[in-house]
């Protein structure tokens, strides 16, 4: 099992920013891809970003790129994950997921509680 651990949401005005964090923790030598996914009021989740562990691949959801930036950490047994997000707009207001996808899973199997992250105009 992989225990993931989101924090660093809260209420920020248009145009700020804020930075997420994720940490992961347990059979964390399984993961091959970890990502940030966010689910609005009324709507679906969706996806954010996603980094995969070995080769630092990154892909964006088309409306992020630009102002999202993922990265990824390691200290002794955990990983991390982060989300700078610049250029805040209301339409960002949602809750963000951090996720892990196993080596050889499709799908992303491990999921955080969620982050609220508000943006006022």
């Known amino acids: 099992q992989v225990q993931l651990v989101e924090s660093g949401g809260g209420s920020v005005q248009a145009g700020g920013s804020l930075k997420l964090s994720c940490a992961a923790s347990?059979?964390?030598?399984?993961?091959?891809?970890m990502g940030w996914y966010r689910q609005a009021p009324g709507k679906e989740r969706e996806l954010v970003s996603t980094?995969?562990?070995?080769?630092?691949?990154?892909?964006?959801a088309d409306s992020m790129e630009g102002r999202f930036t993922i990265s990824q950490d390691k200290d002794n047994a955990r990983l991390w994950i982060y989300l700078q997000m610049n250029g805040l707009q209301s339409e960002d207001t949602a809750v963000y997921y951090c996720?892990?996808?196993?080596?050889?899973?499709?799908?992303?199997?491990?999921w955080g509680q969620g982050t609220q992250v508000t943006v006022s105009s």
């Open positions: 996720a892990a996808q196993r080596c050889g899973n499709p799908v992303f199997e491990f």
């Open positions: 347990g059979s964390t030598w399984r993961v091959c891809v």
């Open positions: 980094i995969r562990r070995d080769d630092g691949t990154i892909k964006y």
